[in-house]
């Protein structure tokens, strides 16, 4: 089991100001956010909590409006495009709730997108394998379930072997029976290469498979819950 | 089962397979970018081709550098001549224009006399014989005839021509069939277009022709060769300083030569050409590429966002779309070399029509064709990059979520009350194409690009039949133009009044002249017509009839800008016949006349200057149709003539050849205009339909019929197609206006004219091209797959 130790992330007072036409979106309002190496955390929220835009900023996909955030030794409040790109290559594992796979390339060509420009991947076959989809290397998505899709997503996020995953409602689309496989292949992987993982998801259920689980409402952190015993994803049902 | 797998990266195995699967639409910018390659590729590879292989022929048959005509000059001339500093080689010649009595033509026809060389003498200009033999010297009636005459009638050696040859009636035998450098490009002297089966170049022994024309120990035609780094305006001045006491009629250089000229004007011509017209078409493609890139863009946006947050870089992800755009350019490319290639050499057997060449050895150029695939590749890179980088500027995060939902409201038509009782597929259509303004009026320019290539293409045809009009009814009125063996008294006047069928006679007085301006100087005949001349009258390019001026010369506006003299300018005019006088004489006017560099001067003043009586050099006559052919029999015999033009003859051919020439040229442009036409609504369509499938998709599913569904989509294209019709006309108009301007040379300035008829054949292929993309597009929407398009997150 994860143990706290040196901080994979240190984030503080992250504010997020997004202009929508004439209006001023707050996202994030003074957000401090830490995570720690081989940590399995949920963010918890409803719509609009500032969930994403959290994640987003942790994984180079966007810059704060205020505050900071420090990755290890870099600081991602002040890299610019180019150092982002390259934090993203190097470091973050992506998961989204719509997939995001390229339709034109097969699962393997999918994962194989990572594996060309990682710096010590695996395998596109052992990641796939990973997610328990060893005989589906040569499927397009469309030719995929919703589910399988996902593993396939989870495989492309996990193949080169980053220090963080980061899921942005990965059970979103999906119902609970595949919804368990794809959190079986997240805890799977957060277990056997103890990646730190951050799953988003506005479905309280999930909370059970985390060491932490954060609640997001309107910008700002509410509550810290730490899961004494964490329940096994096959166990949940919502 | 391990299968061998071609290695390729992720990155690239996408790109192929997203290019396949929009196939149809990579087809049609392929086609358009195939399409300008063609053109270019043929274009240049021609004018590549054409120069090789007329400079091989002009060295290997030693045409010469510099040429001149006299009177009659003494043989030892000669010597004089080859010591002047700079001469190579000189080689003497007889030349003798005669009227010819051809079986099959009723008119007379029109022959040169050149004679060969003496055997051991140096020769240039070397005819190349093709059939037959030399001739006997034992026979003096031995001719080698031009090939191109002998073609128009079918001529080969035994075959006989009779020529009245200084007043005499001879039967000329054709032994032999040849080409020469120096009537590569064949045309009767004065002539506006060739006309092979009325004129042709006969070859013959010089003792032969000496003998007929008093020439023997003489000569009245001198062609030489200068020798490395020598000055040739200082050769032409001291060759005429020798010839000037023997009538000489003043020398000119290759440049000047009338074959040499004409091709010269028709190479830079075919450059022009060649650079202009695929420049248009590469425009057109990279433009439909960047539609077709945006609207695939946009559909990708999720995938760019996927990439980025997988760590690609954006120029990595830029690279990876302006990839596709270089492989549809590269394929199109590809194909245009080929069809270049293919297009080429039926070009270059139509040039072996006009121009008379051993072999125009045609082949493609590797620098055209290198180039033709770079330039397209070029102007695809830039035809994507906008799309590209526009779409991959946009920061992950955003490009994470799906597009807000656009902003509609009334479009203006609705907000004015006009139309407040629009279906509503109508007012779908225009809420969409105002939402959109900037994509709606590129799509509409789009097509507008296509309908303005179609009017430039079609616009050749109205040009060729203003020529016509202006040329053969507005500035050549005659029947037939008699031109005698130098010039007449007033009495030839009267005696071709008295001829068959003859009308009106309009006596003409043309001069062989230099004219001269500072150092500047163009020989050239100044032509002396009646002032209030009904028949050949001098006409500007607008159509306008300027009248001859008591006094003064009027030049073509070229010849004014070859001389660089205005009105008001005074031109020194070196008479090269007779006493050969030398006056000076204003500009009275410059015309913008179309044909050749002309010099017109009121007649009367022109006898003033000459001091001499009313002469006349030629007649233009005005005949009965029905004494045509009593009048031809009574020409071809007269001793006096020197030649005959007659206009229904050479309006025929010109009809026939030039006609066939533009066709094939207007063919072209048409067939490729028509092809841009299909690429750009076909695209434009293909774009609305991958914009607006969930729309169109919700629309069936809330119980529109398909054909309501197609009225919505196609609705947009054809108010697109629609406005883009009088933007194609106007655009096609300024375009051709442009080209015009720039095909002006000295050997034609052709005006630009469009007719509504034209207008309207490019309206109907524009629309014809819509409606077939129409229909391959309804196809494709009926083919939806509805829940697929509605399950899918856009």
């Not at chain 1, 001023?24 to 401090?32: E, F, I, N, T």
């Not at chain 1, 959290?54 to 409006?65: A, F």
């Not at chain 1, 989870?154 to 999906?174: H, N, Q, S, Y």
């Not at chain 2, 028949?535 to 159509?543: D, I, M, N, T, Y």
Request: charged share 20%.
């Amino acid at each position: 089991m994860a143990t706290p130790s040196a901080p994979v992330f240190v984030a503080r007072d992250l504010t997020k100001v997004y202009t929508m036409g004439d209006v001023q979106v707050h996202a994030l309002r003074g957000v401090d956010f830490d995570l720690s190496a081989g940590e399995f955390v949920v963010l918890l929220g409803p719509s609009g909590s500032g969930k994403s835009t959290l994640l987003n900023i942790l994984g180079g996909l966007d810059v704060p409006t205020a505050g900071s955030v420090v990755y290890r030794d870099h600081d991602l409040t002040t890299a610019g495009e180019a150092a982002l790109t390259e934090y993203r290559r190097d470091h973050v594992g992506f998961v989204f709730q719509f997939y995001n796979l390229i339709p034109s390339l097969t699962a393997r060509e999918n994962v194989a997108l990572v594996t060309e420009i990682a710096a010590s991947p695996m395998t596109p076959e052992e990641a796939l394998a990973l997610v328990a989809l060893g005989d589906r290397l040569d499927h397009f998505p469309a030719q995929l379930s919703g589910g399988e899709q996902q593993r396939v997503a989870i495989a492309r996020a996990i193949a080169k072997r980053p220090e963080v995953l980061l899921c942005d409602e990965p059970t979103g689309a999906l119902d609970i029976t595949t919804g368990v496989v794809v959190l079986e292949a997240l805890t799977h992987v957060n277990r056997t290469l103890g990646t730190a993982t951050v799953v988003i998801t506005h479905n309280a259920a999930i909370a059970g498979l985390a060491d932490r689980v954060v609640r997001l409402a309107d910008g700002r952190v509410v509550a810290v819950e730490h899961n004494a015993v964490k329940v096994e994803a096959r166990s949940l049902s919502w | 089962m391990v299968r061998p797998r071609l290695h390729l990266r992720a990155l690239t195995r996408k790109l192929l397979r997203d290019v396949w699967e929009m196939k149809s639409q990579a087809l049609a910018i392929a086609v358009v970018v195939a399409a300008g390659v063609t053109m270019f590729v043929t274009y240049l590879s021609n004018f590549d081709s054409l120069v090789r292989t007329l400079s091989r022929y002009y060295e290997r048959q030693q045409f010469a550098d510099v040429f001149a005509g006299a009177t009659r000059a003494p043989g030892p001339l000669a010597a004089r001549i080859g010591a002047i500093p700079g001469v190579d080689i000189v080689d003497t010649r007889v030349v003798a224009d005669v009227t010819l009595d051809v079986t099959g033509l009723d008119e007379p026809a029109n022959g040169r006399l050149v004679s060969l060389p003496s055997p051991g003498a140096p020769a240039l200009n070397r005819v190349l014989l093709r059939r037959g033999t030399w001739p006997d010297p034992a026979r003096p009636d031995d001719v080698v005839a031009s090939e191109v005459f002998c073609e128009a009638h079918g001529f080969g050696p035994g075959d006989r021509v009779a020529a009245i040859v200084n007043g005499r009636r001879r039967q000329l035998t054709i032994v032999g069939v040849g080409i020469s450098p120096e009537y590569v490009y064949s045309i009767r002297p004065g002539d506006l277009f060739p006309d092979n089966r009325r004129f042709g170049v006969f070859w013959m022994q010089r003792a032969a022709l000496a003998a007929a024309f008093d020439m023997e120990g003489g000569f009245n035609d001198v062609a030489l060769t200068l020798a490395a780094g020598a000055s040739s305006d200082d050769v032409v001045a001291r060759l005429d300083r020798l010839l000037e006491p023997y009538g000489g009629r003043g020398a000119y250089t290759r440049a000047l030569q009338v074959s040499a000229w004409t091709i010269e004007n028709e190479l830079t011509q075919l450059r022009m050409f060649g650079l202009v017209t695929p420049a248009i078409f590469l425009s057109v493609a990279a433009f439909i590429l960047h539609i077709a890139l945006t609207r695939a863009l946009a559909l990708q946006r999720g995938q760019i966002a996927a990439l980025k947050a997988l760590g690609y870089g954006n120029r990595t992800i830029g690279w990876h779309y302006v990839q596709w755009a270089l492989v549809i350019a590269a394929a199109g490319a590809l194909a245009g070399v080929a069809g270049g290639a293919w297009l080429g050499a039926k070009m270059a057997d139509l040039y072996n029509e006009f121009f008379r060449f051993p072999m125009l050895d045609y082949r493609v150029s590797p620098g055209v064709a290198l180039w033709s695939v770079l330039g397209s590749l070029a102007v695809a890179a830039a035809g994507a990059l906008a799309a590209v980088s526009r779409a991959v500027a946009v920061p992950p995060a955003d490009a994470m979520r799906p597009d807000a939902p656009a902003r509609y409201r009334p479009s203006l038509i609705e907000r004015l009350g006009v139309a407040r009782r629009l279906p509503q597929a109508a007012r779908m259509v225009l809420r969409t194409l105002e939402r959109q303004p900037v994509r709606a009026l590129l799509s509409m320019l789009g097509i507008a690009a296509a309908g303005a290539v179609l009017v430039i293409g079609l616009s050749f045809i109205d040009v060729m039949d203003v020529l016509i009009d202006e040329q053969f009814m507005q500035a050549m009125r005659q029947d037939v133009t008699v031109t005698f063996v130098g010039p007449r008294s007033a009495d030839a006047v009267h005696a071709a009044a008295r001829l068959p069928g003859v009308m009106a006679v309009e006596p003409q007085r043309v001069v062989p002249v230099r004219l001269r301006a500072g150092a500047r100087h163009r020989t050239l005949a100044i032509i002396g017509l009646t002032p209030d001349a009904s028949l050949q009258r001098v006409v500007a390019r607008s159509g306008a009839v300027i009248p001859v001026p008591p006094a003064g010369l009027v030049l073509s506006r070229v010849l004014g800008d070859v001389l660089g003299v205005t009105p008001g300018d005074s031109v020194r005019v070196e008479v090269l016949e007779g006493a050969r006088p030398a006056f000076d004489v204003p500009v009275a006017a410059l015309v913008d006349d179309s044909m050749g560099v002309q010099a017109y001067m009121a007649r009367d003043a022109l006898h003033a200057l000459l001091r001499e009586g009313r002469t006349v050099s030629s007649t233009a006559l005005k005949v009965d149709p029905r004494d045509l052919a009593q009048l031809h029999l009574t020409l071809k015999a007269l001793p006096a003539v020197a030649g005959v033009a007659v206009r229904e003859a050479t309006l025929r051919n010109f009809r026939q050849t030039m006609a066939e020439h533009m066709n094939l040229i207007i063919a072209f442009n048409v067939g490729f205009a028509a092809i841009i036409a299909f690429g750009v609504v076909y695209n434009a369509a293909r774009v609305s339909l991958s914009e607006r499938s969930r729309e169109l998709a919700s629309l069936r599913v809330l119980g529109f019929t398909r054909d309501e569904v197609g009225r919505i989509l196609l609705g947009e294209l054809a108010v697109l197609t629609l406005l883009s019709l009088p933007v194609g006309a106007v655009i096609g108009y300024g375009l051709g206006l442009f080209i015009m301007t720039i095909f002006n040379n000295e050997v034609y300035r052709l005006p630009f004219a469009i007719t509504a008829q034209s207008i309207a054949w490019s309206w109907l292929t524009v629309v014809g091209a819509a409606a077939l993309s129409s229909i391959a597009v309804r196809r494709r929407l009926d083919r939806l797959d509805l829940i697929a398009v509605l399950k899918s997150r856009e």
